[in-house]
């Protein structure tokens, strides 16, 4: 048996487990709670399936999306070979041919691409008929003596300045 004071010691010892046990209880139901909001959030209360579906159909749009990006810069490649080769560089020199007319009516023109490969037209116009030249260019140059004008707007075109 025991006395008064080993009685009231079991109670209080007793109490103390108690009182932890409610501690514990309670903080078990908290995080329960918890939990079963963030169950819910993955089951897809929203409406948009669970977390499974969503991530599944997220993969399969990322991929759709990297497709449609391979395809636009292939396109974009092709469309910049296009532009690389078309004539887009272009220059006139406007000149005097002859000293005794004035007036400028003369001029050659280049268009190149950005390789320097295209042409260069030269018309010369006189008091009593007008001439025109056409020379080929690759990478600037021409296999044909180009005179200075010609030069002028070959290099002209090639810096991207345009009529002189």
């Known amino acids: 048996m025991l006395d008064a004071t ?5 109670a209080l010892g007793a109490a103390v487990v108690a009182v932890l046990a409610l501690v514990v209880a309670v903080g078990a139901q908290l995080r329960l709670g918890r939990v079963r909001r963030g169950l819910r959030v993955l089951r897809g209360s929203s409406g948009e399936g669970d977390v ?3 991530a599944t159909r ?6 759709l999306l990297r497709d449609q990006v391979e395809r636009q810069q292939a396109e974009l490649d092709a469309i910049r070979s296009d ?4 004539l887009r560089h272009v220059a006139v020199v406007r000149f005097d041919a002859f000293g005794d ?4 009516l003369s001029f050659s023109a280049a268009l190149l691409d ?12 006189g008091r009593g008929e007008t001439r025109t030249y056409a020379k080929g260019l690759a990478g600037g140059g021409s296999e044909h003596a180009l005179s ?11 810096a ?3 009529q002189r």
Request: proline share 2%; glycine share 12%.
């Open 6 to 10: 080993q009685t009231d010691a079991v």
């Open 52 to 54: 499974l579906e969503v």
């Open 58 to 63: 997220h993969a399969a749009e990322v991929s």
């Open 83 to 86: 532009v690389a080769a078309s």
């Open 101 to 104: 007319m004035g007036g400028r």
């Open 114 to 125: 950005d390789a320097g490969d295209g042409l260069v037209l030269t018309s010369i116009h």
């Open 148 to 158: 200075p004008e010609e030069q002028q707007a070959v290099r002209a075109a090639s």
């Open 160 to 162: 991207g300045e345009g």
